[in-house]
């Protein structure tokens, strides 16, 4: 019995040394009241049917975040982390999605007129019936995503030099 308690408090005491001595990994759990800002952490969070237009998000984690039917016109999301968030019916009208990953996003019905997607992975994004009209995807990242019925009217292709023409939906003509 002694013997026993001996090695249960001998154990405890090492896993307390060791918790609390390791260093700190840095890992936060996302703050979805955080105030919209350049670098803010709202992955998984729920922000359906926001107003977070014209707002800078620059570098913001955004994993799996939902945006359903949000406003987020005149929004930047350069360089931001959005693998897998949805943004499906959102007013994304005029946003930069500069360098951003949009691997595995869903764009369904969203309004991007005017977005500029330069650079931006898209990887399996669906960007089903989607409104793309005059958007820039110069330098981006295409690999089976979805384009079905989206309008591309005039919007500048990958290469920067080919302009989609007027009816031109699901690809580019």
């Known amino acids: 019995m002694t013997r026993h308690l001996f090695v249960s408090l001998s154990?405890?005491?090492s896993l307390f040394f060791a918790?609390?001595?390791?260093?700190?990994?840095?890992?936060?759990?996302?703050?979805c009241?955080?105030?919209a800002a350049p670098l803010v952490d709202w992955s998984r969070c729920f922000l359906e049917e926001s107003d977070f237009s014209n707002t800078d998000l620059t570098g913001a984690s955004?994993?799996?975040t939902r945006f359903q039917r949000a406003n987020l016109a005149g929004s930047i999301f350069d360089e931001a982390r959005a693998q897998g968030a949805k943004f499906v019916a959102a007013n994304l009208m005029g946003t930069s999605f500069k360098e951003?990953?949009?691997?595995?996003?869903?764009?369904?019905?969203?309004?991007?007129?005017g977005a500029d997607l330069s650079g931006a992975r898209?990887?399996?994004t669906r960007l089903f019936r989607a409104n793309l009209r005059g958007a820039n995807f110069t330098g981006a990242h295409f690999d089976r995503t979805d384009l079905l019925n989206a309008d591309v009217s005039g919007a500048t292709w990958t290469d920067g030099i080919r302009v989609c023409a007027e009816g031109s939906i699901g690809r580019c003509k």
Request: proline letters at 8%.
């Open 11 to 13: 154990f405890l005491a």
């Open 19 to 31: 918790v609390s001595a390791a260093p700190t990994t840095g890992f936060a759990f996302p703050d």
């Open 33 to 35: 009241s955080a105030p």
């Open 62 to 64: 955004l994993l799996d």
């Open 100 to 113: 951003a990953d949009l691997r595995d996003a869903d764009m369904t019905k969203a309004n991007l007129e």
């Open 122 to 124: 898209l990887r399996r």
